[in-house]
């Protein structure tokens, strides 16, 4: 989930306009994606290691807070998938979706993501996610022959 965090990341980044603190990240994806939650400060330090984030303490908010450097704060979902394709295969959820269709942008994924979820705060499996997928995206091509 690794290329998921980073999305969320800075959308959160992006709405509060500041470097953002893991919780806040979490609440963003709380409303957007709950599966996702759980490894958030993992995959922010594993982002951290790749030099994609940099955490500094902010004396206003006292804590650490997250924030994206130069050039990847405006790196696309695209381009990020094909310049670090090791977060990407380790993006289980993403993986399982984008290879099926790579027209699909990060919210047209999260979107998919919590219908296939149901919007539950448990991760489905990936198998699960993949045949639920495949069927709709069969059902969703079927229809325009």
């Known amino acids: ?15 509060l306009g500041r470097a ?3 919780k806040e990240v979490e609440n963003m994806i709380k409303g957007r994606l709950p599966m996702c939650v759980d490894h958030t400060a993992v ?3 594993e982002l951290e290691s790749e030099k994609l984030v940099e955490k500094e303490f902010d004396k206003t908010l006292k804590s650490y807070a997250w924030r994206i450097p130069e050039p990847y704060n405006t790196i696309l979902f695209h381009e990020l998938i094909e310049k670090y394709p ?3 295969k380790e993006s289980l959820y993403i993986y399982a979706i984008y290879e099926m269709d ?4 990060f919210d047209d994924i999260v979107n ?3 219908e296939l979820s149901e ?6 499996g990936i198998k699960a996610i993949k045949d ?3 069927e709709k995206f069969i059902e969703k091509y079927a229809k325009k022959e």
């Open 1 to 15: 989930m690794p290329i998921m965090i980073f999305s969320f990341l800075r959308d959160t980044i992006r709405k």
């Open 20 to 22: 953002v603190t893991t």
């Open 43 to 45: 995959h922010l330090r």
């Open 86 to 88: 090791q977060l990407y």
């Open 102 to 105: 790579k027209n699909l942008g």
């Open 112 to 114: 998919i993501l919590y």
């Open 119 to 124: 919007g539950a705060d448990t991760r489905p």
């Open 132 to 134: 639920k997928f495949a």
